[in-house]
């Protein structure tokens, strides 16, 4: 869980999924491309730094200036990855085995899970949707029975109660898929599914490396 972000922790993030599509080529289960973003503790403060983050994933900074990301482990549909730059990251990611409607044109999605040693974060969970949504919107994530929000801004969407990351993180260990419901800025509504097997995985490897 994450109560703030700094403005560097935003660049850093803003990289990671660059440097995956760049540096390293595909990651398991998919193509590889989009910005990275987080939020803050409370719905008010999340407007104002979503803003901030916004301008963040504009930066013209190569992949490589913000840390390069290696690939540390390979399990099932996620990998594990770590990042060095001023401080360390690793972080588990998967991409979506399907996405509907299949004739909506989209850029790649992610999901993320980010562990941050020097600032004391764990298990940070981001989705990636790969269109512009509604800034400050909802989008919903659903494993087999459990539901839980998430709020928007770009591309980007994080869980909207902070309180319940560690609930989510613990139905995806439990569960087989995720499904990640959201509606475009145009109000049309798409639907990723990911598979959750090998997070188990990855989420010990990215302990291992960042504890």
């Given amino acids: 869980m994450i109560l703030s972000v700094s403005h560097r922790t935003r660049i850093l993030l803003t990289g990671i999924s660059l440097a995956i599509a760049f540096a390293l080529g595909p990651v398991p289960g998919a193509q590889a491309r ?10 008010s403060d999340k407007v104002t730094a979503h803003d901030a983050k916004a301008k963040d994933a504009k930066s013209d900074k190569k992949p490589g200036e913000q840390g390069k990301s290696v690939q540390i ?3 099932g549909d996620w990998g594990a990855y770590q990042t060095q730059g001023k401080s360390k990251t690793c972080y588990a990611l998967a991409q979506p085995k399907s996405r509907e409607p ?5 850029d790649a ?14 298990n940070e969970v981001s989705v990636i949707m ?5 800034d400050g919107g909802e989008a919903q994530v659903e494993i087999g029975d459990s539901e839980f929000g998430l709020i928007a801004k770009g591309s980007n969407a994080w869980v909207k109660n902070p309180a319940e990351e560690g ?6 260990k439990k569960g087989s898929k995720l499904v990640v419901k959201a509606a475009s800025n145009k109000g049309k509504v798409t639907t990723d599914t990911y598979a959750l097997g090998g997070l188990v995985q990855a989420l010990e490897k990215v302990r291992k490396e960042c504890p």
């Fill in 34 to 43: 989009d910005d990275k973003a987080k939020a803050t503790h409370s719905t």
């Fill in 109 to 122: 999605a992610y999901i993320f899970i980010s562990s941050r040693p020097a600032e004391n974060v764990k």
């Fill in 167 to 172: 609930h989510l993180i613990d139905a995806m």
């Fill in 102 to 106: 299949s004739s909506t044109k989209r």
């Fill in 73 to 75: 482990g390979t399990y």
């Fill in 130 to 134: 790969g269109f512009p949504m509604k």
